[in-house]
């Protein structure tokens, strides 16, 4: 009963991928870039609440990406 649990790994599994968050900041550039040309050109009105939206949901799908979609442990109880 106090025998260690064993893990089967593929053999062929591939490496995870760390090639790095250059994808993020250049969304993050282009995002910021977006937002000044808007704001200058336009000011604030319905439009400018619904780039706040996508800005809301980029910055959700970066950290589900970022964290493979888990609670980090700081969150944890």
């Known amino acids: 009963m ?4 064993i ?3 593929d053999p062929d ?8 968050n250059s994808v993020y900041w250049a969304g993050l550039v282009i995002l910021v870039a ?12 319905w439009e400018s609440v619904m780039l706040g939206g996508l800005t809301g949901g980029m910055f959700v799908i ?5 964290t493979g979609n888990k609670v980090p442990k700081w969150m944890r109880r």
Not at 62 to 66: E, R, S
């Open 34 to 45: 977006i937002w000044a040309v808007y704001l200058f050109l336009k000011g604030v009105d």
């Open 62 to 66: 970066i950290m589900i990406a970022y």
């Open 2 to 5: 106090n025998e260690p649990r």
């Open 7 to 9: 893990i089967d790994h």
């Open 13 to 20: 599994e591939p490496p995870p991928d760390r090639t790095g």
